[in-house]
């Protein structure tokens, strides 16, 4: 991992850039900070930068420069892979008669760490096992980490051991003190953890702390806008409610489609039966809604109706629907035909002008109403109803 694909905790960033060109790079480290703030996620760039082998200034989107590994070297591409000879897990696990150690675990565990880096303890756990088994850092893995720090480096600057929730050891945490203490030559030891009070003191007092704070806000909401492409108003509500904690942040993004994916289907529904009852219902209920959410809805609905342009235009393996959403949008489809579906997107793309100017929302949605009745209306006579294959 880059530092500059770890979102934001720039200070942290600087301080360990700076400790490794000034040659005092603490050898037993604690990456303490809430869930979702990024530490794990930090640990593995640390990782991959310390071992670099050419490592860089790069420019970033803002236009200042920050160091980073290359990510060419031998180096780092093995530790990107998490396959580096020098570069060790701990984690808590499910113990089994085919894992006894981390080692055992490390196919997971790399996808794991690649994939959600922001995750929690219950995200990695669930992912092991549908049981409730609960996972654990065993004495045997203690053992097995004083093992291989005694080794020799194969061929790291440093060899390095992340032990990813300390607080998950218990007293055979302290076969750990020693090497916490006086490590081996060129060796890195970094601990990352959520909760202070639940790792053992022995351990916490031989350890330099490095503080993590929450994310703020506008670095999440930055993060769902680039990489998740959510619009702003969405991305900075569902940021606010993630409270910081990037792995969050990305499972709102679902729920928060899937409410609007409900929402479309309630609304097309009548609009197709022609319930003109139901329809003024469902208004009613909109109204309800604030003008951001009214907004967000309508955009949500560009999104959506777009895609299923593209699928009715023979472009489905572009589409970023979920399935629930495609089988809503394959019936849409049918019904509307390409001419109808622009028409859609023209009206949905007038609704938000409409929102965004204070029109009056009865007067608005009895007009957008109108439109859709007529949309549907021509088609209800050759159409077979598409309401059938809708299956949320
Ligand atoms: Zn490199």
Same mark, same amino acid.
């Given at each position: ?40 996620? *930090? ?224 609304? *097309? ?124």
């Amino acid at each position: 991992m880059f530092f500059r694909e770890v979102i934001g905790q720039s200070l942290i960033k600087n301080q360990l850039i700076r400790s490794v060109a000034e040659n005092r790079v603490s050898h037993a480290l604690l990456f303490l900070g809430p869930e979702g703030c990024g530490n794990l996620a *930090m640990a593995l760039a640390f990782a991959q930068y310390v071992n670099c082998e050419d490592k860089q200034d790069i420019t970033l989107d803002d236009g200042t420069t920050s160091a980073d590994s290359c990510g060419k070297c031998p180096s780092c591409i093995k530790t990107k892979k998490l396959i580096h000879p020098d570069l060790h897990f701990t984690f808590p696990f499910i113990k089994d008669d085919d894992h006894e150690l981390c080692a055992d675990w490390m196919p997971e565990w790399r996808v794991f760490a690649e994939e959600t880096p922001y995750a929690n303890y219950n995200y990695w756990i669930n992912s092991l096992t549908e049981t409730n088994k609960q996972g654990n850092i065993t004495s045997k893995e203690c053992q097995d980490i004083l093992r291989r720090l005694s080794l020799k480096n194969y061929e790291g600057i440093y060899k390095i051991q992340i032990l990813w929730l300390p607080e998950y050891l218990r007293e055979e945490g302290n076969r750990l003190l020693k090497l916490l203490e006086e490590p081996p030559d060129n060796t890195l030891f970094i601990l990352v953890a959520h909760d202070a009070e639940r790792i053992i003191n022995t351990i916490l007092s031989r350890v330099q702390i490095v503080k993590f704070p929450r994310l703020p806000d506008a670095d999440v909401a930055h993060y769902l806008q680039e990489v998740w492409e959510v619009a702003p108003n969405a991305a900075t509500s569902l940021a606010a409610l993630a409270g910081g904690n990037l792995q969050e942040a990305i499972d709102l993004i679902d729920a928060h489609e899937n409410a609007n994916a409900v929402m479309i289907r309630e609304w *097309m529904e009548p609009c197709f039966r022609q319930h003109v009852k139901q329809i003024f219902a469902w208004n009613d209920q909109f109204l309800k809604l604030s003008r951001e959410q009214q907004k967000n809805f309508f955009r949500y609905c560009l999104h959506f109706f777009r895609e299923v342009l593209l699928l009715e235009t023979g472009a489905p393996q572009l589409t970023r629907l979920t399935e629930a959403e495609r089988r809503t949008a394959e019936g849409l489809g049918k019904v509307l035909g390409v001419e109808r579906l622009m028409a859609m997107l023209e009206l949905f793309d007038k609704c938000i002008y409409f929102v965004e100017r204070n029109v009056n929302g009865k007067i608005m949605m009895s007009y957008v109403s109108v439109v859709l009745l007529r949309q549907f209306n021509k088609q209800i006579q050759t159409t077979q109803p598409f309401y059938d294959r809708w299956a949320l």
